[in-house]
């Protein structure tokens, strides 16, 4: 792949990218959220509800420790 064609593969990731996180913000205010604080979050301002942090944990330590059987 050329210099260009990799540059330019790159611009058009980034572009998808953004319109993901766009796409989570429109979500959240469908959920009755605030932008400012799901940025809040996002950001390391406040902390995540105890509950989520746990099921997050959880999720990732299935995924990359447990068995086939648990995923």
Do not use: C
Not at 1 to 16: G, K, P, Q, T
Not at 21 to 43: N, P, Q, S, T
């Amino acid at each position: 792949m050329e210099d260009d064609e990799s540059r330019s593969f790159l611009i058009d990731n980034i572009r998808v990218e953004k319109a993901h996180a766009e796409h989570w913000i429109w979500m959240g205010k469908g959920f009755g959220l605030d932008k400012e604080d799901m940025l809040a979050l996002a950001e390391g301002n406040r902390p995540v509800l105890r509950d989520v942090q746990s099921l997050t944990d959880w999720l990732w330590y299935i995924n990359t420790k447990g068995t086939m059987a648990r995923r």
